[in-house]
Structures are given as C-alpha cells and as structure tokens.
C-alpha cells in the first residue's frame, strides 16, 4: 500500500479522499517522540478518569490531551 498521498505542504495526509492533519512538518523528531508519548499517557488518564468517574481527573487528563495535539499539529 505504501505512503499515503500528502499535500504540498506536508501537514496533511489523503486517506479514501479525506484529509487527516499529520504532525507539523517543521517538528523535530525527538520533539514529536516526545509529544507522542504525552499524548498516549494523556489518553491513559482519560481512559483511567472514566473509570473512577473523577471530574477533575478527567478534566485535567482532558487538556493535557489538547495541549500535546496543540503540539503536534
């Protein structure tokens, strides 16, 4: 199947004909590891949040979740 399609300035990819953001072109690669990686542990939380049914928790695990995609894109 190989790469998918990208526009010219790299920050999207062409998936069955919609557009999907991918990371900012310009991003380092350590940087992006590591806004990946906040990313997944912030998804945890929410995931553990939902569990426990703690609004502050969640909320919290929330915007953490906003800032690394705020990040990446």
């Given at each position: 199947m190989g790469?998918?399609?990208r526009t010219p300035d790299?920050?999207?990819?062409?998936?069955?004909?919609?557009?999907w953001r991918t990371v900012n072109p310009d991003r380092s690669e350590p940087s992006?590891?590591?806004?990946?990686?906040?990313?997944?542990?912030a998804r945890?939380?929410?995931?553990e949040a939902l569990k426990t049914?703690?609004?502050i928790a969640l909320a919290a695990?929330?915007?953490?979740?906003q800032l690394a995609k705020e990040?990446?894109?």
């Open positions: 790469e998918p399609l790299g920050r999207y990819i062409v998936v069955r004909g919609r557009l992006r590891q590591a806004l990946v990686k906040a990313l997944m542990a945890r939380a929410v995931r049914k703690d609004p695990a929330r915007a953490g979740v990040g990446l894109g």
